[in-house]
């Protein structure tokens, strides 16, 4: 299905071939050649994968992956020294750092695998890191503020901004703002920008600058046609409509300059 932009000459090199995930978030199947192998760590790095790496404040992907030896479980997904790493156990025996108890069941290098990710929960954390971009977005331009940080987990999610202080009926506010541009049905596309363009707007990178590595040039970035656009990595929905609903389940003062907005991912009522 894809992302909808047309960024394939400003994508880093090789981008859209080997982090899948980066350009099709609706990929739940793709076929990979193992690179590398950990088999003390249960660890295995592949020449491309679907796979979303924990990072952004987005939780990995998990899945299974099958080889000529049976399925592995895919338990984790992380980013190291830019290289993804895939921890797996084989299907009903794990050890206690969720990795194979046996090291010598990890396929070889060069061996051939199916994937395959778990659609339930990739969708729901698209539909969470939309629903997060919403709530920055209206808070963007409600109020001019950015946000200092953030978490998920499937149909549920959190983000802080610098508030100096908080009514009592934000969250209520906040809520209908949200589910108004949800029923809108923004259209929501990916783009790269080169780091010095990205950088000089304020717009573009709402939490602290520093957060994001240098290195990393471009930037990919989020658009919600019309609402928000900003500098994001993670996996999100086609249109806004795909979220469903949003529920405001609380509102927190963390001290000084930073209040804490709790959300909640719901399926539409009933027309």
């Known amino acids: 299905m894809g992302v909808p932009g047309s960024f394939a000459d400003r994508a880093p090199t090789g981008l859209a071939d080997t982090e899948l995930f980066a350009v099709d978030a609706y990929r739940t199947t793709f076929d990979a050649r193992v690179l590398e192998v950990d088999r003390e760590g249960g660890c295995l790095r592949l020449d491309r994968t679907a796979f979303y790496p924990t990072g952004g404040g987005q939780p990995h992907d998990t899945g299974m992956l099958t080889g000529p030896d049976g399925a592995l479980e895919v338990t984790g997904v992380r980013r190291e020294g830019g290289l993804i790493w895939h921890t797996v156990a084989s299907t ?21 695998l199916a994937g395959e990710i778990d659609w339930s929960r990739r969708f729901s954390l698209m539909r969470t890191h939309t629903a997060l971009h919403i709530l920055c977005g209206v808070i963007w331009a409600d109020y001019g503020i950015p946000v200092t940080g953030g978490n998920m987990e499937p149909l549920k999610g959190r983000l802080d901004f610098p508030f100096p202080a ?106």
């Open 92 to 112: 009903g025996s794990t050890g206690a750092g969720g990795g194979l108890t046996d090291g010598a069941e990890l396929p070889d290098v060069g061996t051939e």
């Open 166 to 271: 908080m009514s009592a009926d934000l969250g209520a506010q906040v809520e209908r703002r949200i589910n108004d541009e949800i029923e809108r049905a923004h259209e929501i596309v990916v783009d790269f920008l080169p780091r010095n363009i990205a950088d000089a707007d304020p717009a573009m990178i709402r939490t602290a600058a520093n957060l994001i590595p240098a290195s990393i040039d471009p930037l990919r970035i989020i658009d919600i046609v019309g609402l928000d656009r900003q500098a994001d990595g993670g996996t999100h929905v086609l249109s806004t409509a795909e979220v469903g609903r949003v529920r405001v389940t609380g509102t927190e003062s963390k001290g000084k300059d930073n209040k804490r907005i709790r959300l909640e991912v719901v399926d539409p009522e009933p027309a």
